[in-house]
């Protein structure tokens, strides 16, 4: 999971990290008390996980308090739904440098990266000037070493206070990507300011979803498109919402994938992304709540489970139906395990079970576009 | 033949007393594979479906004489216990727990490469050489997928791996060995890590390789058959064409990221190194019998 700036701001500064005064509000009428702490010219940041915030003018400088109460008005007024404003310190930046601990799959290592190329354009950086990113790979089993810290650091070519405070600064970030189970621990822009000092002025941390048994961090709505994708997050079904109208159940990411792709080839839509497969093959009734609170004009089911029996997914289905009576029609594909006993309850409440995926993508296509049952 | 596992493979069962362990341990035996010991710490002395359970993995390798380990425990406590199977000599290891920690997953990786291990998973139903044995989760007594035969199958999906498969032996084709690499973004193998065995047995023909959207491993394929290091035909399914970039399609490992790991770059990687692609499940079996006749 993303967590917000002031979240990873916050684990930067229990990491030793330099990083601006700041103070977090949730109303202008706090604002007074924040310039106390961080002083004018301030920077007003609104808390929000998507990116592009400066661009959708969400990050102000104020040079006033007027001026700053004015501008954290009209942020928390925005369509974005601002719940959380960061007032900070504003910093006289020099330069902006960069610097992330991410992991490599194929080498199994860390990989911490280091750029003075850092700012909004680390993207563009990144696609067609790579040389400029210094990449350096870490053992996670010896950590970072001193031998690391200046592969890293020399190619920069920095002046030596400089180098000397990104060193220690990565070493530090290393640290907290390690112990926060962070996938990704970023700090853009690095910034070294006119007095000389090097300090984080953004930081972007995302944790590991299947570390949060360990770590101290809870899922929030704002990490999902909609309120019906949170909610099935909360059953632990994944699911997104898209604007089509096959609505899909299915199971197994990789076959729920497959459908998608098939419903595409095949000219329709999808409403949405649902799989409830492993975990969750006795969650049907959920499923279809689900689904139906997407745009779904037919509902599509398919299934290959082997620990998920047919069997059961389909005694599910056909409760779920009894539960929610949906006016849509349903075309079903479930097989695996037991899939003959599957089949005949089906067919006991009055649906006529497929036994081919692509058949039964083809028939829901039809449907959706008003074609006959 | 077959590769990873045959019928003389003597197997381990770690977290052998649980619900889920006990399942499949009768299930495994059932299938014929050698299920020499279980552990779960504090049960020693018990018996599973006629197998010994010890407290710990390394009497039990040394008592039993095991050559592998299933790993039957909850993805927090993977870790631990592959570096207790890792520790007490076991050099293939199969973890089928989904959910393990990404920093516990680099941890193992490494730790693995540092021994000579090779660790299947997790978030995967393992290995089955069908006919003979398997390692993990696999319903075997479903003939239309799991049919002995000549063709290697490498996966990271679990349902996506039955509708394909399905399609092969409708074909009149059969598995050798089917290696569930797993579903996570920091798998123990990769498939060019498993490609090399496939290569190597003489009783695999080609190999089908099975694929989503997602991180790099459908292109190291494709750059060890451009390198000629394996040199098999090999056909493709590759899931997710049609997924819209940066959001999470199910696997953990499933997400396009700075428009790398796209199911059609992987579709043209596999495609200019010499693999048959196939667009749908179905036609899967055209490609096999083209290739193999």
Redesign the interface.
């Known amino acids: 999971m993303k967590l917000y700036e002031y979240q990873g701001k916050e684990l930067l500064a229990q990491a030793g990290i330099p990083t601006p005064a700041a103070k977090l509000i949730s109303s202008p009428d706090e604002l007074d008390v924040a310039i106390a702490v961080v002083g004018l010219p301030c920077v007003l940041k609104a808390q929000l996980l998507s990116g592009g915030r400066g661009k959708a003018g969400l990050i102000q400088v104020a040079d006033t308090k007027d001026d700053a109460r004015r501008k954290a008005k009209r942020i928390f007024a925005a369509p974005q739904k601002v719940k959380k404003l960061l007032v900070e310190q504003k910093l006289e930046i020099a330069r902006e440098l960069y610097l992330c601990v991410t992991l490599d799959p194929v080498s199994s290592t860390a990989i911490v990266m280091a750029s003075t190329r850092g700012g909004v354009d680390i993207e563009e950086v990144a696609a067609k000037s790579p040389e400029k990113i210094v990449r350096e790979p870490v053992s996670v089993a010896h950590g970072l070493m001193p031998f690391n810290l200046r592969n890293l650091i020399a190619p920069l070519g920095l002046e030596k206070e400089t180098a000397k405070a990104v060193s220690r600064i990565a070493e530090q970030l290393y640290g907290l990507w390690r112990k926060q189970d962070a996938v990704l621990a970023e700090i853009n822009p690095l910034a070294v300011t006119k007095s000389g000092q090097v300090i984080a002025a953004d930081a972007k941390v995302v944790i590991d979803d299947h570390a949060l048994f360990r770590q101290p961090f809870e899922h929030v709505a704002e990490e999902y498109g909609n309120a019906v994708e949170f909610e099935a997050a909360q059953e632990g079904i994944p699911y997104l919402q898209f604007d089509g109208d096959i609505g899909l159940m299915c199971a197994g990411a990789g076959l729920t994938n497959t459908v998608f792709d098939l419903i595409h080839d095949y000219g329709g839509r999808p409403a949405n992304f649902l799989e409830f497969g492993g975990p969750n093959y006795r969650k049907a009734l959920q499923a279809m709540q689900l689904t139906l609170k997407s745009n779904a004009k037919v509902i599509l089911i398919v299934t290959f489970g082997t620990i998920a029996r047919a069997d059961v997914m389909a005694e599910g289905i056909a409760e779920a139906i009894k539960a929610l009576k949906p006016t849509i029609p349903i075309v079903t594909a479930i097989r695996g395990t037991n899939e003959e006993a599957a089949a005949e309850i089906l067919r006991g409440i009055g649906l006529e079970p497929l036994m081919d995926t692509e058949e039964a993508v083809k028939k829901a296509v039809a449907l959706a576009k008003g074609g006959a049952q | 033949m077959s590769i990873f596992i045959d019928r003389t493979t003597r197997v381990l069962v770690q977290g052998i007393t649980g619900s889920e362990g006990s399942f499949w341990t009768k299930h495994m035996l059932g299938l014929g594979t050698v299920v020499v010991a279980g552990v779960t710490p504090g049960k020693e002395g018990q018996v599973v479906e006629g197998v010994p359970v010890y407290d710990s993995v390394r009497k039990a390798a040394q008592t039993s004489g095991a050559d592998a380990s299933v790993l039957f425990v909850p ?2 406590f993977a870790k631990d216990a592959v570096f207790e199977a890792m520790d007490a000599g076991l050099r293939k290891i199969v973890v089928v727990a ?6 516990d997953a ?2 193992i ?3 693995a ?2 021994c000579g291990a090779m660790v299947i998973g997790g978030n995967t ?1 393992g290995v089955i050489t069908p006919g003979q044995a398997m390692m993990g ?3 075997y007594w ?1 003939d239309r997928v799991y049919k002995p035969g000549r063709v290697g199958v490498m ?9 394909v498969t ?1 399609m092969l032996i409708r074909g009149g084709f059969g598995v050798s060995t089917l290696v569930g690499v797993g ?1 996570d ?3 123990g193998s ?1 498939f060019a890590e498993v490609l090399p065995l496939f290569e190597k047995d003489p009783e695999t023909d080609a190999v089908l390789l ?1 694929g ?2 997602g ?2 491993m459908e292109e ?1 394929v494709a750059e060890a058959m451009a390198e000629r290091r394996f040199a098999k035909p090999l056909g493709a ?1 590759i ?6 970039p940066g ?6 490992g ?1 997400i396009i990221s ?1 428009g790398k790991g796209s ?1 059609q770059g992987k579709i043209d990687a596999l495609s200019r190194a010499g693999a048959r692609v196939a ?4 036609q899967v079996a055209g490609i096999f019998r083209e290739m193999l006749k």
């Open positions: 993805p927090r989904e959910g393990i920690p990404v920093h680099l941890d990786r490494f730790a490469r540092s139903s989760i696999f319903p479903i996966t990271r999906s679990g349902s996506l791996t039955n509708e399905a579903g973004q920091v798998p990769r099975i989503e959207l991180g790099s190291e399914f899931a997710g064409r049609a997924a819209p959001k999470t399609m199910g696997h953990a499933a700075a199911a667009e749908r499940p179905s």
